[in-house]
């Protein structure tokens, strides 16, 4: 029998509960975006984007979703928001930005829809 | 024995930074975010604390997911910035006080509470934010005191639970109150209030949970360890669990406190900003 002891998974829609399995699957993803903390490697990057995500073994999903710019994808391979972060300012994108990207509206229509919660 | 003067919250957007770095204040976006700190300068200015205890989460710059500390108290002479990826503006050092660290690490590890210890930590804008909200000029303001920096998990799930946070606060506060030194401190809880950035739900800001929370926080915060974890993400947002440092601080506060003032407004950047600044009972 399956004692569900823990504080676990319960369905939120539109959510993704970044656990140990997620982490798991994002590993390589996540890694590179966190070495976008330093200049150096964000040069690499945007100076040779296949090479750089071949270096840090990142899954073909995962190559997919980021030359397509799909957010949604590359949470669902495990990306972490923190960190994906990072890659988005090498695009200049704001948080804005990348919420409208998540959601299917124009970063005005998504500061609409916050101000439209107070 | 050092003194634990009050707790203040306030979120700890990375924007805020570049508003302040421009002068934004006055701005009709801003205004009413920074008019709720006037009246915090004014209470740090009357009480000049000499140690800030700073409460807040790590996102992605002193911590990775190779290891990732539940709890993390920094032990370092000073603590440094960086651009966290978006050319953020690197400051000054803010000065530690080690010894203080140690003695709340000493403190709390034979309270039961497993710490990571930290004699480096890069700090990132949940640390730094609020220093300059509440420091104008950090770390070039006269009246700086010393930190002590502490990061709780809120990256990566299992997270602590509300009364783990809760809990950890009243052992903290116990550490403080047995520092051997006449000494004024000040702890800040930062992050939140809810907010969510990533997913189909990104952009979700719950203003009824929120004053909810802050409603409790002040003088029932043992009410708010029955939100289970999975209830935090779904009522606060995936980031709302932030709300912990809250939580960490508030228990390092005792039992009595006063409210001094309190500001929330929707939104600053993707979230409902919060501040709040409770004194103890002297
Ligand atoms: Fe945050």
Redesign the interface.
Known sequence: MVQHS?????D?????????RM?MKG?PL??M??D??R?EN?EGFRADPEGWMEAYGLREEQRQAIRDND??GM?EEGG???????LA??FKL???D??GM??GRTREE??A???S?? | MAQILGGITTSHIPAVGNAIDKGLQDDPYWKPFFDGYPKVHAWIKEHKPDYVVNIYNDHGLGFFLDRMPTFAIGAAHEYRNEDEGWGLPELPPFPGAPELSWHIIESMVEDEFDITSCQELAVDHGFVVPMQLFWPGAPNNPDMPRAVPISANTVQHPIPTLKRALDFGKALGKALRSFPEEAKVVILGTGGLSHQLDGARAGFINKEFDQYCLKNIVSNPEELTKISRMELVEKAGAQGTEFLMWMMMRGALGDEVTEITRNYHIPISNTAAGTLLLECAA
């Open positions: 823990h504080d676990y998974h319960i939120i829609p539109g959510t993704t509960v970044f656990d140990g982490a590993y996540n890694k975006c966190y976008f903390n200049a964000r957010i949604l949470i972490n928001i923190y960190y994906l972060a990072k300012g090498i704001s948080v804005q990348v919420g998540q959601t998504f500061q829809f916050l101000a919660q107070a």
